[in-house]
């Protein structure tokens, strides 16, 4: 991104509070976080400045590149890869009856995460990778760019048996995963689909070839649409029930 894009996007998500705030960070260093209230939303939500934030929530809150052709009222809510909590967000305003289960691994897209959904009794913030089977994980990348899962220690992984008995769930309405290429071991060692209505993916073949086939191969029994970037699978047999 440009410099002069980069510049922009920020006027774009906060006029000129948010075009003196990046060129304050730029000369000065401060400040490291803008709040924003977005647009039909009652509450404020916090962004790093010069991380993926900004880009995020004109993605998702601005964007709303989560608001999915679904034929019913999803109630049980799974996001996965929360990050700062955008899309949890976005679902708790455009679901108010949902409970939302919002899961992020990185500690400080979590920290972010808990203060952007404090004022939803909605959502709850689990600190967690999903992944095949509990245990745990190391991470890579930084706040600038995605992180990654790689074998290693100090993140906790949770396999979707283990969520759903400790969120006391018996199904999902609609599952969200965007976990930057750790679906095709995920969706590998998948035992649990058809307790999912609807599947909302963002396929990272560019990271990890293989990430789509595996997501396929157990999706045989869904319909599938394209809405950007979020590849949806719709239950077949569900999809017209209210």
């Not at 989560?66 to 996001?79: A, K, N, T």
């Amino acid at each position: 991104m440009s410099l002069l894009q980069g510049i922009t996007g920020y006027y774009e998500i906060d006029g000129w509070k948010g075009l003196l705030a990046i060129s304050s960070y730029r000369l000065f260093g401060s400040p490291a976080e803008i709040t924003v209230h977005p647009p039909q939303l009652k509450l404020p939500v916090h962004l790093r400045v010069r991380t993926s934030d900004p880009g995020v929530y004109r993605d998702v809150l601005l964007g709303r590149e989560y608001d999915l052709p679904l034929p019913f009222s999803p109630r049980h809510i799974v996001d996965c890869g929360a990050n700062i909590g955008m899309a949890s967000i976005f679902f708790a305003d455009r679901y108010p009856q949902a409970r939302i289960i919002a899961l992020e691994p990185e500690p400080s897209n979590f920290e972010v995460l808990m203060r952007n959904v404090s004022g939803y009794p909605n959502i709850l913030p689990i600190h967690a990778a999903l992944w095949k089977e509990d245990g745990e994980l190391g991470l890579c990348g930084s706040s600038k760019i995605a992180f990654q899962v790689i074998q290693g220690r100090g993140v906790r992984a949770i396999s979707m048996n283990t969520l759903m008995q400790e969120a006391g769930l018996d199904s999902i309405d609609l599952l969200k995963v965007d976990i930057e290429g750790a679906e095709k071991e995920l969706f590998e060692a998948c035992d649990w689909i058809q307790k999912v209505r609807a599947l909302a993916i963002e396929l990272h073949d560019r990271f990890k070839p293989g990430c789509r086939r595996a997501v396929e191969s157990v999706t045989m029994g869904y319909m599938q649409l394209q809405h950007g970037e979020t590849t949806l699978f719709l239950r077949k047999w569900d999809a017209g029930r209210p």
